[in-house]
């Protein structure tokens, strides 16, 4: 039987580990042990943010709709269930940007679903 020399393999290995660790500090970089472990745990946190980012910036939205709509006079769950009982459609993605960008669009929004709730809630017959 003959004889397998792995140098080939182990160096096509290590540099391409060691091309996706560039940019790491220190050893982590140059070390293969080092990068390699670097780099699936590096992986392993890719993997997770990905997921928590959209947890993180759904929060950051609704953080920026709450301050927006307080200046309006109004809190968030309250802005929220009169949008859902409008049934006007529009994410907190969209709201968060429109409270940002363009605080006069988000105001006409707010104020009049403020008038819409109140006339609705005067419309009803009293429970006395």
């Known amino acids: 039987m003959s004889r397998v020399k792995r140098g080939v393999t182990s160096r096509r290995r290590h540099r391409r580990v060691l ?5 790491y500090r220190h050893g982590r970089r140059r070390l293969f042990a080092a990068a390699k472990q670097a780099w699936l ?7 997770r943010d990905r997921r928590r980012k959209k947890r993180e910036f759904r929060a950051l939205w609704i953080s920026m709709i709450n301050a927006a709509a307080r200046q309006q006079g109004k809190s968030y769950s309250r802005l929220m269930a009169e949008l ?13 940007q429109l409270a940002e960008h363009h605080p006069d ?6 104020s009049g679903v403020s008038k819409a709730a109140t006339s609705v ?3 009803r017959p009293s429970r006395s």
């Open 105 to 110: 669009e988000f105001q006409k929004i707010v």
């Open 19 to 23: 091309s996706t660790t560039k940019g």
């Open 121 to 123: 809630s005067s419309r």
């Open 84 to 96: 859902n009982k409008r049934e006007i459609k529009l994410n907190r993605k969209v709201l968060a």
């Open 41 to 47: 745990k590096a992986g392993q946190h890719a993997y």
